[in-house]
């Protein structure tokens, strides 16, 4: 401010209204001393909100902390007597704040916090790795920025991690996928790289990492150490290469979905093994070749929807041709000759005439990773897809 008597009234305001908060602290009882720690938190992260168009923070006064409207109180672990603040449910207010930083690391008993859609900016910060407490983070639908929230890797204690709907880039640590999570949702930021190769088993049952900018072929070990999953969502990305036999290991998926990406060369027969498989998606990709039968007569009964629309495949067996004539197998705008719905002979034909990428190891499309379950060598030998020519 220029005029001088404007600013000495602005600091004759601030510091009465430092005082008379003060004061007002001074006045209040808790009911504990827990309490009392995050009650000025609380009052400080209030003053930066500026927008509240549900008026949530009205309710943010006096010394009943737990009756505030999204505060939760609890017993914390370590002393069963004692009442603190142990969970944040902030969904859905749209409250308006420039960051979070002074206030979810301030709350030291805190086990949940879930702020999904609101308009929270800043970065995550560094010090909630100090919340021994925490186990389900969502913060998903904000305006958060930077890099992936590292501070997460170093909490063993969390067990669902929902970052989507956001601003995040660059890459995503390895050792994110080696955690006890067994919610991780990143999809919808703009992460880009490959995905990395991680060495240890996994224990996440959902998966999504659609709609962001990873690069580079699926890693098999994140498909190999990822048996318990039972939702994968790679969708809206740019991955290459071809689909790994190792998509098979995934067992207990009922909803895989790599659609939208740049995958080549034939599907592998050890789609077979995916015995729980319902919703299995790999349209808008650059597949060619035959659609293996023994997919489409394993599959039958468990899958409610099939798609490998937008493709280049050459070739539909009898028993494919029962699941399109069922609505369970979408072929639309491949390359099957006297098939309706496909692409142009020019457009089959220019994508024939360019060089292919073949896969590095070509036995890799035939190899099964489920002899022991419920397909056997013979059923499978019996079943070979058939090579079609190119048109």
């Excluded at 389900?136 to 305006?143: A, H, R, Y």
């Excluded at 790599?258 to 790999?282: A, D, R």
């Excluded at 609505?327 to 006297?338: E, S």
């Amino acid at each position: 401010m220029k005029n001088p008597l404007l600013l000495a009234i602005f600091l004759v305001c601030a510091i009465a209204l430092r005082d008379t908060r003060t004061r007002e602290e001074e006045r209040l009882t808790f009911i504990d001393k827990r309490l009392e720690v995050v009650y000025p938190v609380i009052q400080e992260f209030k003053s930066l909100i500026t927008l509240d168009p549900f008026k949530v923070t009205q309710t943010w006064k006096g010394s009943d902390i737990c009756s505030y409207r999204g505060f939760h109180c609890d017993n914390p672990p370590d002393n069963k007597t004692a009442v603190t603040v142990a969970s944040i449910d902030f969904n859905g207010f749209q409250l308006f704040a420039p960051s979070i930083e002074g206030f979810i690391d301030q709350l030291p008993d805190l086990a949940l916090f879930h702020v999904n859609s609101n308009n929270f900016g800043g970065t995550v910060p560094s010090k909630i790795v100090n919340l021994k407490y925490l186990y389900e983070l969502d913060i998903s639908n904000n305006k958060f920025t930077g890099q992936f929230p590292t501070a997460v890797v170093d909490m063993p204690g969390l067990t669902f991690l929902d970052i989507r709907f956001n601003s995040f880039s660059g890459s995503v640590p390895p050792q994110i996928f080696g955690q006890n999570l067994d919610v991780l949702f990143i999809n919808d930021n703009t992460f880009t790289a490959s995905l990395p190769e991680i060495p240890a088993d996994s224990h996440i049952l959902f998966l999504t990492l659609a709609d962001n900018k990873f690069n580079g072929p699926l890693p098999r070990s994140i498909l190999r150490s990822m048996t318990t999953l039972t939702e994968v969502l790679f969708l809206n990305n740019d991955f290459t290469g071809c689909i790994p036999y190792e998509i098979g290991l995934l067992k207990g998926a009922s909803v895989i979905d790599i659609s939208g990406n740049k995958l080549t060369g034939p599907l592998p027969l050890s789609l077979m093994c995916l015995e729980k498989v319902e919703q299995l998606n790999f349209a808008g990709n650059l597949l060619f070749g035959a659609i293996p039968e023994a997919v489409c007569m394993l599959l039958r009964d468990n899958l409610v929807n099939l798609s490998l629309s937008d493709n280049y495949f050459t070739h539909v067996g009898p028993w494919c041709k029962i699941l399109v004539e069922r609505g369970v197998l979408d072929v639309r705008n491949n390359c099957i000759p006297f098939f309706p719905g496909q692409r142009s002979i020019e457009e089959c034909a220019e994508f024939f005439v360019k060089p292919k990428y073949y896969c590095p190891h070509p036995w890799f499309h035939s190899f099964l990773p489920c002899r022991y379950s419920h397909i056997s060598s013979s059923s499978s030998s019996a079943f070979m897809p058939m090579v079609a020519p190119s048109p």
